[in-house]
């Protein structure tokens, strides 16, 4: 049977004839199997087959069965995602989906994460399609809008979408109006087939990655989307949730066999070059993958279904563990000498240097001594990156990227191997370049300098001995009279060149003189530092203000350069150009260069194991990360395999190196977040109702998520009984026990202040003791119980006592009687005084019980906000799931649940076991991670919507009917408006658009949502009144005299109203340079060395000082009113960083470059980026729609129940701005040829009028300038 099925298989894929049919007897139990695995492999590989014929003709070289495979998909107009390890050809799958929707006469778009990634694939585009049919939008600049193909960044697309409805509004729709058109681009996407979403997996990014997740939940209904993402382990579930919310069939496809360019690891010690694994072809990307593990690669040898089991040929090399091993010998016999001075056997030498003797080492004194030691030996055993590099010279395995997480880094690593190269002396003095010229003409009068051998690059040429070179570079063939055409090429394109050198004196590092020092120190041959030579003189001639520093040629001469944010977009692009074409041999770049740059290596260099977190904490490397920075290494195409090298550190060794690596990539987590332009154009596309707000909102991916998982759980408890809820609380209580233990071991690991560490000490042996927290639990309950028992007894006392009382009071007269009565009431206080020490006795021994202690640690812990008291209280929550009561299940941890939970950790495997005995198919461990899962998973995203629904309408960017006080049935069936303001808020791609337009002026809180923060305002001017006596004379004559001459005045706007109103007349009143350094304080961040907030705010000018106070004004209130209705805390930010204030208002008012460097003190890299966030900031707010201002806007006096939305002369002198801070370096250079009438500012509804304000008396909205 097996051997006709592949035989069959064959067939089918050598495209025989259809009608040759095999017939084959087989068992009936097994034909039917045979002849579906059959139909669906015939059907696959018709299906790639019909792919191969339409699309192979677009691509020069062979497509792979899975690219195949995906074209088949798009072919079928199916929502595709790819996931293949970098460099594999997904962008291939991307380039597919192009050609087929302009075949079919629709156009497509190709989104990338960065825009410089946007102008390279722009450009690579342009080559495939054509200029006219290809077009970019990076959100500062669109070429050729409108084109059959259009290269954005991911950001514009999703903008594009929040407003593409998919469909046009009906002419007789009365709700549509000129506002909500304006967000409804109906027309945009409406023609567009396809979206290809490259970097998909950048969907679990902080921070930026809701919005990929938004560009799938908003997309229209008739776009296919194809979703190129880097191997991920959630990658089903994302395609089926892409499935549920778009409707759209969605196929998985991922490259198979590993990737085309094989990895191989090392790692770099001070002795040498070692293969990290057992096996140097074992490792993620290598030629035998996993071995297995995880299924991924070839089993080295039987492996059980299943089997966790490290691989041998994953373990350490056995070369690095023998280093290691020296290491540690080393260190022992340090530790053994010490030891022997301190017995007094040391040498006299040794008593002269005060060795104390006489005494032994304590155990604590060795544990640091050989920690001490054992550091010494691993920073000793850090290789040195020059000799690094040679040794990656001398086995070939140039160009590198050499990954380090830091700027400073990268640029002292480049330093330090130039000075390496350069030697002691100075190359730059006349006679030391003669010596050096001379020395190599006594030794070969042509000085013949071969080219170095390629072992891979395929457009590299081999060594050819045919070929010499003379002192000049020239290149000729020997023993033959003729020079071929290229040679004579070359000769004329170098003399060319040495006259553009010879202008330099011969101190230039790019004087002629010098080459021949680089050439011989350096990693590049002459003619290749002559290339380069007059690459960068051209590059200074052009470019004067930012040419590169001597410190900096001198890097590209030898071939070495650098690569990161810090450096100006320019500066990058040329280290790109010399690196991918062969004229830079060694990049330091930061992390940001493996996001998909194409810069060609054959090995990565990843210098350090762990990175600084966002929180400032030092952890190991994501898996993910590592391979991304790997995959770098051995492009297809270029080469035959990779090498990805790993340097060992002072705190991480091989070990932690293989862990990364070996470790399972973290799934895709959503990092979905509502913001408010996104509400204003969900319910614009809803055509004023939160229907479709809502529905989008729930369709995020966390939200599907988190359904499947509960509806697993259901259909668990459904199966199995209740069971396995008693199970999974069980479960739960238990692992609230486990991190109980964890919490006390990182308080006794950080010897905490706040804790008794003794006494946590003792409270982990009894919890981890199993037999002790027995004991401990029964004798709590035991305790307990005596407790209650001693407060019923003295409760009954007390009762006996009062009812003694009241007798007594009836029978005062009777006095034999009373007597008796007082001797009883003498006895029961008596009673009453023993009982009362008995219950003091008991309540002292519960506080001394261990479980107190625990208790009163835990709620400690739990107030604190830290991760680990917050993951505590999350645990507790879990714990009491079966409790009803919400005031029990939020309350501090009870002494009583203790023992409950106690015995949860005691039974709990035997429970499960249980379960499990009675249904083997059930596995309890991965149902409670599946509740977990589902229990982490943020359910308010709804209710995060609500809440910007109602601060929006309370800023007078919505009108509603509804009060934003009703209930959320009341506000989902209300029809809203979208104002003016609105409109800008839906136009606006800030973190915080409501905040932008709030500090322009123009929103603030009409419905008076912060009337309680006024009437605190008020009650500290009432304090200050108290002290008006002092002054009651003065008072009165001031009062009688207004008597006189006093008019009624009219009613005056709510405070809200005058604030925003007193902000807008300062923005007036600034020029457009100060304006810019205004904006720039709402988009910028703080960075490291910026002054402080009162020495940045001194700097500024006048008005901007007063704008600046006048915002802080607007800006608590808005913060007032977000915490009222609970806005989610990334989507309330506000910022108002002063720092850059300064350097922005001077760039605008037309300093240069050097002084604004100087000024600000940042990296040019930075300056340029904070200078290109205020120019994108003031575009948006000039791009606004231009909104006449009426005659009751000019009446101070009048009360507006709406807000206005951005005044057109501030939009004006945003405009005005916006065009003075774009200038060059801020305004670079294209990296591509193109015509001067495609490039369009962003200024794209600008005219004649603009700068006129036009004053409607009828409220006509719909004028435009």
Known sequence: QRRCYTFLLALRCLNLSEAFVIRVRVQQKSRHLFSSESAATTETCSSIELARDQLQQYFEFPLDDWQLEAGSEILKENNVIVCAPTGAGKTVVGEMALHVAVNDGYHAIYTTPLKALSNQKFTELREIFGKPNVGLATGDMSINRGANVTVMTTEVYRNIAWRSSGSSPEPHDKFIETREER?????QLQNNKVVVLDEFHYMGQPGRGGVWEECVITSPSHTQIVGLSATLPNALQLASWMEGITGRKTVLVEAKGGRPVPLRYMFAIREGLYPLFRDGDAGPGAPHGLLGLRGDGIPSGARRKGSTKIPRGLRINPALIAAADRRMQRVNRAIDRQKARMLGRGTESEWDLGIRRGGRMSARDERRERERLLRSEMRKAVPSLPVLLKRLEQKDLLPAIFFIFSRAGCDEAAETVCQFMKGPRDIF???????????????????????????????RQSENKNILQDEDGRSFRRGRDIVSDDVLASVFEQEITKRGADSYKSGSPLSSENWHFYANAGLLCYSEVEEVAARVANFNEKNEEI???????EHFLFGVGVHHAGMLAAHKAFVETLYRAELMKAVFATETLAAGINMPARTTVICSLAKRGNSGSINLLETSNMLQMAGRAGRRGMDTDGTCVLVATRFEGQEDAAAILIDEIKPIVSQFTPSYSLATNLIARGRGKLDIARELVQKSFSSWEKRQLQDSIASAIDEHGHNVSEVLETLAQERFMTLVIESIRDQIKSRSASFDISKLESLVDILEDREALKQTSKSYLAASKILKLELTTMDYLEREKQEMASAASIDEDDELLGEFLKEDQNEINKQIEIQRKRVKKTEKELRRHPFTALVSFVNKLMADASPEGMALLDALKRARASDEDDEIVDGPLQPEELPTFAKSAIVEK???????????????????EQVDKADSFREDSWQDMLALTKTLVAYGCLSTDASIDDDEAALVQATYRITQAGVNIGMLGFENSLWGLVAMGGAWDVVGTSSSLDEFK??????????????????????????????????SPPKPQEEAEMLLNQLLNVTPSELAGYVSCLVSEDYRGSPSIVESFQRLQPRQQRVIQSSLLVLERLMEVQKQFSVDEASRRCNLELSNCEVVTEWAAGCTWGEALQMSGAAPGDLVRTLGRALDALRQLGNLPFSPVRATDL???????????????????????????????????????TDDDEVEEEFDDAESGDDEDIVSDNGDTDSED
């Open 547 to 553: 040419a590169f520093s001597e410190d900096e040629v």
């Open 1195 to 1233: 009446d101070e006096s009048t009360i507006k129940t709406v807000s206005p939305g951005i005044h057109p002369e501030v939009r004006r002198l945003c405009r005005d701005a916006a065009r003075a801070i774009n200038r060059y370096p801020v305004k670079d250079p294209l990296p591509f040829d």
């Open 183 to 187: 967000l409804l681009d109906q027309n």
């Open 910 to 928: 035997r429970k499960t076991r249980k379960l499990q005995s009675g249904d083997p198919d059930l596995d309890s461990d991965a149902l409670l």
């Open 429 to 459: 003095k006349s006679d030391v370049v003669d010596d050096i010229i001379d020395e190599a003409d006594e030794n070969d009068g042509n000085r013949v300098r071969k080219k170095r051998k390629s072992r891979q690059r395929g457009r």
């Open 1018 to 1051: 008020a009650a500290l001017d009432d304090f200050g009144d108290d002290y008006d006596f002092l002054f009651d004379d003065e008072k009165k004559m001031e009062e009688d005299e207004s008597m006189e001459t006093q008019v009624e005045d009219p009613p």
